[in-house]
């Protein structure tokens, strides 16, 4: 829906005129936000990396890679997850910048892999480091 393309966008924007560094902006969605966050950060270049946990749809998200490649993408989503698994291998196929497809097993949908799977935190943390210094 646009208007959750729009509210990412207003989360982006609202960033970047705040503290933030506008050189280091990267959002992480989970479930139905990994879908909005790649939507809207597809269209706000001021987005230089994402995060997408359990992303669902796979045809309105590769659309959206069209616009966000270059930029980094690491993906994470649970074999027993068949859509979510099956989206996050087409994006990670599709995309055609630094990325990364942690394929997990066992470890449930959405925020759920953080709980799940602790070392996924890690090695997040790890990848907004690299990407954003």
């Known amino acids: ?16 005129s705040g503290t933030a560094d506008p050189a280091r902006i990267a959002a992480i969605g989970a479930g139905e936000g990994a879908d ?7 269209v706000n270049p001021a ?18 890679l069209s616009r966000f ?14 859509g979510s698994f099956a989206t996050a291998q087409a994006l990670n196929e599709a995309a ?15 925020t759920a892999l953080l709980n799940n799977r602790p070392d996924l935190t890690d090695l997040m943390i790890d990848w907004l480091r690299r990407q954003l210094g």
């Open 1 to 16: 829906e646009a208007g959750d393309e729009t509210d990412v966008g207003v989360m982006i924007d609202a960033l970047v």
């Open 69 to 82: 490649n270059p930029r980094p993408l690491l993906l994470a989503a649970s074999e027993e997850d068949q």
């Open 36 to 42: 909005q966050v790649l939507r809207g950060c597809a």
């Open 96 to 110: 055609t910048g630094d990325k990364l497809f942690q394929p997990l097993v066992s470890a449930g949908h959405g």
């Open 47 to 64: 987005c230089d990396t994402v995060i997408l946990l359990s992303p669902l749809d796979a045809p309105v998200l590769l659309e959206a």
